[in-house]
């Protein structure tokens, strides 16, 4: 059967039992405590953990997972198994509340043993220890035999790795046969008994340490089959990079390396490696990852490395990624449109990567060599292996391999150390980034469980009246709160923008008679529910209370228009760079605008001109902006653009922003581009790998901006006496000048230093007890050097002349003292250092200096002291004795 057959049977199998047909969501989580989507559930959380209410009480999906990254990580299995995957795609049917056990058990059964014809003798299922109802299915209903059904404990609990949803689970195994295993069931035996459906029960909430914090408002069904896993079961093949989807990327591999596949354990590692990998980044690229060396970005660029390493053992010398994508998507195109669509952009982005790698990995491998080398004794530092797994991308075993081929061995407790300190960073950042603490969470819950949400009316105005639905001080809720009390406000009605899709939260008042409050920022409690961020001004605020809501519309003005400019500004880098640019991030204030997005290099000024005229040329038509709701079905069929890691429900709101601007959008905007204003974009630079940040102004701002730059244009005309347009060609002239005049004074200097110094060596003394002579020293303060390095200059300069000798020459700098002293080689043979000299004066003047013998420089607060500073270093001078002398 094949696995499209497989995939669509899924589907229809369970939307004939009344469930909604979902679209796969994103690998990139809308979920913050998530890197990757790494189960289907994972856009159906909300419904699960109750911050919302389902839009239908059944789904069915099949959903785009990874694996590598995170607590969910299986990138250093793949290729070693014949079951890992970093991509697959999850079959999965759910219930919010609406059917139990009673219908999951029986219907996961039907479609096993009817629809996809296994047979039952074949199959084993456990449970966890403690759930009987489970096992009570298993045995009346199913009819299932009690010698084929096994219980576990931690096996059968699911969990998401992370604070969330969690309950015991049910597993379907196929047993493979004596061939693969041993007799006895799961419990025996792993590979002979492959999982191929999870049953989770949804019922419980846990935190991050994982203990339980009571039952789900509700009882859900998460069921989970891994579609490879389940197309190489129904098509009794040894592995899942067998299957059709897979088999054809590795045969790719197998033509670029002219290796075989299945003739050599190693080289079917490396093979398999390169069939998985192609289809991770593949997906990753098109959902919107780029590689990079944070978070998502960097998993993916660790995925493409392993690859290209791999690629570089079955000596392929081509560039062999973008090939293997095109396979990706000629096999998951017709399931996954979006994959064909963006296949020249990701083959691009792809072939970059791996040209940058593989000219990293002729370096890396010398410097594993080099390392090697210096080893002493049988063991590489797991300090050193780790630094190529996490800087190079070099996988652990790789190293492994190079070592062991050398006879040595890596120190992997030093290693894990290494990875847990990593990990422990990891999560340290990820909790600086938390949503509120669980007990606020869980009193905007309590508000919501009741019924209460907030309908948004800003749209239409900035003012509206409405009803205090709660308060929260804190994270309690409260009846009323008086004057100079914070409280959060909910209201069943709202003018104010909450902040959401980088727009900032709107303020503005609350006022009810006497009672005045301001309101500091807006933001979702929950979806749906909108928390008003204020501090009572005048009177008392209660809950029931009827008020009237007004937005600061001056400030709403501001971030309407750098709203939509940042729109324009999208689709001018579009325009511009290509349609691999895809925003990562904006801040939308009154007064300015930042947006990041995707590039592969530094946008030039040229470029950034042509951007800025785009957009402005745009915003000069007036035309009308568009602000309407549809389904994502037809915005999908309309192009209109979406930002990969966004939520989007059944119903979306459009942005049309002129005739070439459209975007998935639910922000405030102006209603015609000319309201806008100019559009000036102020700086451009990287904030990591691919990827790079504008930030720009438009309406009065950026008037203001170009006002400021041409009044100081008009200072700098002034300042060179000529006319502002040719400002530039005369600053280039008199740097000219500038430049021609510095190298004749440093002529004059040097003639005058040469006078100087003739002068100064007639002050020199004889030293060390030598009374004919031959070692001399000159000590003196110099008045004639324009700084410390002028100083330094003369000081070396006096001591060649000398021969063998000492220069200590001391300066007053504008009150700071300057001090310096050269010494010949001879001389700090025979045990004199210049910073020997040098230190004693450096105490008098209120400073230090190192320990050079050669030349050691000093400074100080007290110029004043300068001539105290010298005496000092004199006697110095006069207390020295040549080594063996005495």
Known sequence: METAQIRRNFIDFFAARGHEIVPSSSLIPVDPTLLLTNAGMVQFKPYMVGDEVAPWPRAVSVQKCARAGGKHNDLEQVGRTARHLTFFEMLGNFSFGDYFKEKAIPWAWELVTEAWGVDPELLWVTVHETDDEAVQIWHDTVGLPASRLQRFDSDNWWTMGVAGPCGPSSEIFFDKGRDFGVDGGPAADEARYVEIWNLVFMQYLMDDSGAVLGELPQRNIDTGAGLERVSATLNRLDSVFDI???????????????????????????????????????????????????????????????????????????????????????????????????????????????????????????????????????????????????????????????????????????????????????????????????SALETFRSIATEGASTRFVGYEGTRAH??????????????????????????????????????????????????????????????????????????????????????????????????????????????????????????????????????????????????????????????????????????????????????????????????????????THVSSLGEIGPIVITSESSIGSNLRRIEALAGAPAFEYLQQRRLLLAEAAEALHTRPREVPAQIERRLGELQEARKQVEALSARLAAGEVTDLLEDAFDIGGDRDGATRAVVMRIESVAGPKDLQRLATEVRGRLGSGVAVLGADFAGKASLVAAVSKDLQDRGLSAADIVRPAAVVVGGGTGNNPDVAMAGGPRGSEIDHALSAARDALAGWQPNGSG
């Open 466 to 667: 409405a009803r205090i639905i709660a308060l929260v001080a804190g994270d309690v809720r409260v009846d009323s709160a008086p004057a100079g009390a914070q409280i959060d406000v909910f209201t069943d009605v709202t003018p104010f923008y909450a902040e959401a899709g980088g727009q900032v939260g709107d303020t503005g008042t609350i006022e009810a008679g006497d009672t005045a409050l301001e309101v500091e920022d807006t933001q979702y409690a929950l979806p749906g529910l909108v928390r008003h961020r204020c501090t009572v001004r005048e009177g008392v605020v209660r809950v029931g209370a009827d008020v009237e809501l007004c937005v600061d519309a001056e400030r709403r003005a501001g971030v309407r228009r750098h709203h939509t400019a940042t729109h324009l500004l999208h689709w001018a880098l579009r325009e511009t760079l290509g349609d691999h640019v895809r925003q990562h991030g904006s801040l939308v204030e009154p007064d300015r605008l930042r947006f990041d997005f995707s590039h592969f290099a530094a946008v030039t000024p040229a470029e950034l001109a042509e951007v800025e005229r785009l957009a402005n040329r745009e915003m000069l038509t007036n035309e009308a902006v568009l602000n309407y709701e549809t389904s994502k079905t037809e915005a999908d069929e309309a192009g209109v653009i979406a930002f990969f890691g966004d939520k989007y429900g059944d119903t979306v709101r459009v942005l049309e922003a002129g005739s070439h601007s459209r975007e998935l959008c639910g922000g």
């Open 244 to 438: 059709d989807t897979i088999r054809p990327v590795i045969a790719a591999a197998e033509s670029a390396s002219g290796v075989s596949y299945g003739n050599d354990g190693r080289s079917d590692v490396s093979l398999r490696i390169l069939g998985d990998h192609a289809r991770s980044s593949t997906f990753l690229v098109t959902d919107g990852v780029f590689p990079s060396n944070e978070e998502r970005g960097f998993v993916l660029r660790k995925i493409i490395r392993r690859a290209v390493r791999h690629a570089w053992l079955l000596d392929i010398e081509e560039t062999i990624m973008p090939r293997l994508a095109t396979q990706v998507a000629e096999h998951l195109g017709d399931a996954y449109p979006e994959v064909g669509r963006s296949l020249d952009t990701t083959r691009e982005i792809l072939g970059n990567e791996e040209e940058r790698f593989r000219a990293t990995l002729r370096a890396g491998m010398q410097l594993i060599e080099s390392e090697l080398d210096a080893v002493e004794g049988e063991v590489l530092s797991g300090a050193v292996a780790f630094r190529l797994h996490d800087t190079f991308g070099f996988p652990i075993e790789v190293t492994k391999e190079v070592a062991a081929e050398r006879g040595l061995r890596i120190d992997e407790s030093e290693f894990e150390a290494e990875m847990a300190a990593q990990r422990q960073r990891a999560k340290e950042a990820a909790r600086d980034g938390a949503a509120p603490d669980a």
